[in-house]
């Protein structure tokens, strides 16, 4: 059973700030480290996969790292914006199924 | 193809009733997922399909619960003798053998009452 762990639970910045959180997953038996932007009221939206240890990925002003070996991911922001006012879920899979953490929720004041 | 869609959006029940929500995954998918995500918790693996076949069940999935996709294409997620503590937002995604990660529907969110 896997066990992915997320922080902070919940963050406020303001507009302009950068900010990361943290998903840490167990090292063992691991395949692919996923990231999701979950909107209110909407999908849970596609940011990264990574599978490689040192992998880095990224999308206009959000960047993600990979650490297979110690077990964690860093999400990065740079610049705020409100629009990136969301909850941001991590997910470690095997190759069926992906197993969740609980979130880092983001809300950017303006 | 408009991605995945779930239906209904909202649904509240008194407990004890059955429920069944729908989900139409991207067409050409062949793996679909549900989960179940609760107030300050991540989401939840249910169950997941590789064309009609149910592949996997997790042990949230009592006996009242079941899931089908007939004919591998849209499946349906039944809860019978609903309690309050089956309130959550059911989620389903899609996607391809071979291919990482998947694609998400906006969920159900059901209130048992």
Partial sequence: ?????????????QEGDSTNFTCSFPSSNFYALHWYRWETAKSPEALFVM???GDEKK????????????GYSYLYIKGSQPEDSAT??????LQNDMRFGAGTRLTVKP | DTGVS???RHKITKR?????????????HNRLYWYRQTLGQGPEFLTYFQ???QLEKS?????????????????????????QGDSAMYLCASGLSGVLGYTFGSGTRLTVV
């Avoid at chain 1, 059973?1 to 910045?13: F, G």
């Avoid at chain 1, 941001?88 to 899979?93: H, P």
Wanted: neutral net charge; hydrophobic residues 30%.
């Fill in chain 1, 1 to 13: 059973i896997l066990n992915v762990e997320q922080s902070p639970q919940s963050l406020h910045v």
């Fill in chain 1, 51 to 53: 599978t490689l240890n």
């Fill in chain 1, 59 to 70: 999308k206009g002003r959000i960047s993600a790292t990979l650490n297979t070996k110690e």
């Fill in chain 1, 88 to 93: 941001y879920l991590c997910a470690s899979s």
């Fill in chain 2, 6 to 8: 779930q239906n209904p």
């Fill in chain 2, 16 to 28: 004890g009733q059955n429920v069944t929500f729908r989900c139409d995954p991207i067409s050409e």
């Fill in chain 2, 51 to 53: 064309n009609e076949a």
């Fill in chain 2, 59 to 83: 042990r949230l999935l009592s006996d009242r619960f079941s899931a089908e996709r007939p004919k591998g294409s849209f499946s349906t997620l039944e809860i019978q003798r609903t309690e």
